[in-house]
């Protein structure tokens, strides 16, 4: 099966287009839309380039594909429209206590710490030490936890995520990389190496780039060239660090099915090779398959997968409403359990899910990245960094389906509320200015 490349060369074309109107739209590249454009573009073309011998994507799969995608545009275009004139200009510098926010930091970093710390106690009790799991028992380690039949302490490890969030910030005002800043980043990376899973490291480094770019382009302060470079390669060598890591320790999806000649030639020298192909290629074919799937798969409960973490908490509280932790393999000829977002919410809403759930994304996303323009909010950029990581991962599954998603989104925007409302507190006092803060 060699590659499509009719179709590579009009992923290419469309894609192209997509990210450009959204530069139109937005002033500037890196914006939801253009993420988006990016991540299922480059999914796709992955998947036409024919290195594994996929299933063909079906008709229906491709149309619900282009009915998403054009949806996010036209909810980001209905706010566009209705926007006031002059909505876009900057109103006023923004105000922010480096200390207040150095503190929220620091108070999530710790709630995070602490399940750090309960990972290498349960590490220690189930396998003998943490040499013994990560070397000895890595493949085993990644099942008993993505499955959940290790306990551990429940979310507390996705306070760093929040932390994530805000370090971003603080390191937009400060102008430069901090040490307290790259805490986080190396609890939440120290995390994912001992839970030996990925998705995490890119979620924390997706939380930190987008709050830092959005509260950067709202600070007066100027950054060098050569300090940006510095900081965003600090961050990428200790997050790609752990993620080269974990992909080569754990051990698992190297030898399947499927493979072609070509893949198994790049598999010589990068034997991780298959494993982060078919990662970014094989979803659509999953997705494609439940659509072709008999109708019992799709008789999930209202709402079950977007609202996955809030179910299970009721579970606990007698209520049936469990919901399983992993989602149904198919057979791409990979096996794969994840099927892009469009089927969680096709399988939670149905058709409607598939329209309503992508346009719903582009008008909050847009709403909240013209407040962030307007004038600075600490909590919208919160929230909006949340938001670009569903995005960014919405050719995967819907990260809803993880309550470390709600914990981050919570904490981060409880903690970005304590520190505005310190400095509403404290302005009838004094006035609050970014030279307030010293590096950590």
């Known amino acids: 099966m060699e ?26 590249w890196f914006n939801p839309l253009s993420l988006y454009s990016f991540v299922w573009g480059f999914g796709l073309s992955c998947y036409e380039l024919r290195l594994i011998q996929y299933e063909r994507i079906s008709m229906q799969a491709w149309a619900y594909i282009a009915v998403a995608w054009i949806g996010l545009y036209l909810g980001a275009a209905t706010v566009l429209l209705i926007k006031p004139p002059g ?10 206590n480096l200390n207040h926010l150095r503190w929220a930091i620091l108070l999530l970093s710790a709630v995070g710490l602490i399940g750090l710390l309960d990972e290498i106690w349960v590490m220690t009790r ?52 901090s040490r307290l800043a790259l805490i986080p980043v190396l609890l939440v990376t120290a995390m994912q ?28 302060l100027r950054v060098t060239r050569w300090q ?16 080269v890591l974990v992909s080569t320790t754990r051990g698992l999806g190297v030898d399947f099915p499927g493979k072609t000649p070509a893949l198994e030639a790049i598999s010589e020298y990068l034997p991780v090779f298959p494993s982060l192909y078919s990662y970014v290629s094989a979803s659509p074919v999953a997705f494609s398959m439940y659509l072709a799937s008999p109708q019992s798969s799709k008789d999930g409960r209202l709402g079950q997968y977007t609202f996955a973490p809030i179910l299970r908490f009721l579970s606990k509280l007698g209520f049936p409403t469990y919901v399983e932790r992993l989602e149904e393999n198919y057979y791409t000829p990979v096996p794969f ?21 992508p346009y719903t994304l582009g008008i909050v996303t847009t709403f909240l990245l013209l407040r962030v323009e307007r004038e600075f909010r600490l909590l919208d950029i919160v929230f909006l960094s949340n938001l670009y990581v569903i995005v960014a991962f919405s050719f995967f599954f819907n990260l809803m389906y993880l309550g470390d998603w709600y914990i ?33």
């Open 3 to 28: 590659a499509n490349w009719l179709m590579l060369i009009g992923l290419a074309l469309g894609t192209s287009l997509a990210i450009y109107i959204a530069r139109v739209l937005f002033k500037r």
């Open 87 to 96: 909505a876009s200009r900057i109103l006023s510098a923004p105000q922010v």
């Open 126 to 177: 189930e396998f003998g030490g943490v040499s013994e799991a990560l070397i000895a028992n890595a493949g085993e380690l990644y099942l008993s936890r993505s499955s959940g039949e290790v306990a551990y302490i429940p979310y507390a490890g996705a306070f760093a995520y929040a932390a994530c969030s805000l370090a971003g910030a603080y390191t937009a005002f400060l102008g430069r990389i």
């Open 193 to 220: 190496i001992f839970a030996m899973s990925r998705i995490g490291l890119s979620v924390a480094a997706l939380l930190f780039l987008t709050s830092y770019l959005h509260a950067r382009r709202d600070t007066r």
């Open 228 to 243: 940006r470079i510095f900081a965003f390669g600090l961050g990428a060598m200790v997050l790609g660090g752990g993620f």
């Open 337 to 357: 359990n994840v099927s892009t977002y469009l089927k969680n919410v096709n399988s939670d809403f149905g058709l409607m899910g598939i329209v309503l759930f």
């Open 408 to 440: 981050s989104l919570l904490a981060g925007t409880i903690a970005a509320h304590f520190v505005r409302r310190r400095i509403a507190l404290a302005s009838a006092g004094y006035s609050v200015s970014l030279s307030q803060g010293h590096s950590v």
